[in-house]
């Protein structure tokens, strides 16, 4: 088993930035991709980004293309999601979410282990 605890969510204005962290415990090696999900109120939860374990390979939404990065730390078991001109649309809970197998994994349907999430508010 894997525990995943993300932080870093909060109120932001529009423009300005946030970062986000996923920080793993247990079973590390079950995190192999790592992938950030949101759901905004009354909205389905939708894929943001991922990223494998060595960090070669990230994708993104469409949506957050350009404008957020996805990165690791596997020397802190940590994910972050650096999210820079954050718009009110950003407004969501987002959660961690990760899997022990290779593979694209952009549908929430490919991952195992799921944190609790962190709001995210964005005033316009």
């Known amino acids: 088993q894997v525990q995943l605890v993300e932080s870093g969510g909060g109120l932001v204005q529009a423009g300005g930035s946030l970062r986000l962290s996923c920080a793993a415990s247990?079973?590390?090696?079950?995190?192999?991709?790592t992938g950030w999900f949101r759901q905004a109120p009354g909205k389905e939860r939708e894929f943001v980004a991922f990223?494998?374990?060595?960090?070669?390979?990230?994708s993104y939404a469409d949506s957050v293309k350009g404008r957020f990065t996805i990165s690791r730390d596997n020397a802190k078991n940590t994910v972050y999601l650096q999210m820079n001109s954050l718009k009110p649309d950003d407004t969501a809970v987002y959660y961690c979410?990760?899997?022990?197998?290779?593979?694209?994994?952009?549908?929430?349907?490919?991952?195992?282990?799921w944190g609790q999430g962190t709001q995210v508010t964005v005033s316009s």
């Open positions: 247990g079973r590390v090696s079950s995190t192999y991709v």
């Open positions: 979410a990760a899997d022990p197998q290779r593979g694209l994994k952009s549908s929430q349907n490919d991952y195992n282990y």
């Open positions: 990223i494998t374990w060595s960090g070669t390979m990230t």
